[in-house]
């Protein structure tokens, strides 16, 4: 034990980066060995980290025009330039990142392949195909944020981009904050031996090493089954939690929302009437003690969709019925006859 107590190593715990080989391999399809993979304090750090690595000033990354902040908020402190193109139901729209490709240099492509981030919906193979070729073709990276692969209530998950990259264009990142607790802070990066090596360089001078401690405990907690258990055991208490928030809503405030029952996540994309806005209701919701939150950030890109992701997994049968109580209250008090 003691030696674990010590300075380890910049690529994280090595019995960590063993088990997880083999995890992701048979669980992602991917065909990696341990130099592919460096351990990280949650996916955000891996995002950091590849945006310090791939970009300079004005650099192009293209984006979702919704996509997660955070990401957003690490290119743009990178300097970096950022295009954005659309995302419909289908995901991001391939086409549009080709006809950037035409036109000028483009360094990153970042995206939430299985459920985009934050509107939920799935990347469809084709535009996975195209995406990959179009990276082999114009020499781009992918940054692959997979934040919550393991939740799939309809379907088994789709392979990730990374599981078809031969060329080595795909930077994979992960974490299992979502899926045990965010308060545990171990994530994945998976690249290229090459990358990894620089990364690792990189990571030594921010971040001496991770908890190696932390690290071990998740390589037992992985290779013991118990994370596939988990996993099975919330997926079943998600779905119920997803199915009921998504009846409450559409049955008691469905002339004021519009969503898609998400097949996936945590979360429901959720538009609000055209009438209301969401600065109104979050003023509102306060006097019921409900909090809406930042609900700006779902729109950096200024499109005013109206829209807001909103969270059903951390909530019991009691606080979602609850929430939707509270939510109807503040509607009925702003309520347009």
């Known amino acids: 034990m003691f030696e674990h107590l010590s ?23 991917l065909h990696i060995a341990k130099e592919n993979v460096l351990i990280t304090r949650g996916s955000q750090m891996g995002i950091w980290l590849s945006s310090q690595l791939l970009l300079k000033k004005n650099d192009v ?120 607790a965010p308060v545990f802070r171990i994530g994945y990066l998976i690249a290229s031996k090459e990358f990894v090596d620089e990364v690792a360089k990189l990571r030594g001078i921010v971040d001496r090493q991770g908890d190696a401690l932390l690290e071990l405990t998740f390589a037992d907690f992985i290779k013991s089954g118990d994370l596939d258990r988990h996993i099975r055991k919330v997926m079943k208490i998600y779905k119920q939690r997803r199915d009921l928030f998504c009846k409450l809503l559409k049955d008691e405030l469905g002339g004021f929302f519009q969503f898609e029952t ?3 996540g945590m979360a429901v994309w959720t538009k609000l009437n055209a009438n209301y806005s969401w ?38 049968e009691e606080e979602i019925h609850e929430l939707i109580n509270r939510l109807k209250k503040t509607i009925n008090e702003i309520k347009i006859d």
Do not use: M
């Open 262 to 264: 998400p097949k996936g």
């Open 7 to 29: 300075y380890g190593s910049t690529y994280g715990n090595t019995a960590l980066r063993e088990v997880l080989v083999d995890y992701l391999n048979a669980t992602r399809g």
């Open 61 to 180: 990354v293209v984006v979702g025009n919704t996509n997660y902040d955070s990401a957003d908020a690490t290119f743009l402190n990178q300097q970096a330039r950022l295009i954005r193109v659309l995302v419909d139901k289908h995901g991001i729209v391939t086409d549009e990142i080709e006809n950037l490709c035409k036109q000028q240099q483009i360094k990153a492509v970042y995206l939430t392949s299985h459920h985009h981030h934050p509107t939920t919906v799935t990347l469809c193979a084709q535009r996975r195909i195209h995406l990959l070729n179009l990276a082999r073709q114009y020499n781009f990276a992918i940054i692959e944020d997979d934040y919550d692969y393991d939740f799939n209530y309809n379907h088994a998950p789709i392979l990730p981009l990374a599981s078809h990259d031969t060329n080595g264009n795909v930077i994979y990142i992960g974490s299992v904050c979502k899926t045990v």
């Open 279 to 316: 600065a109104t209701i979050s003023e509102v919701a306060r006097k019921h003690k409900l909090e809406i939150g930042d609900w700006q950030r779902y729109d950096t890109a200024k499109l005013k969709h109206n829209y807001i992701r909103i969270g059903f997994a951390a909530y019991d």
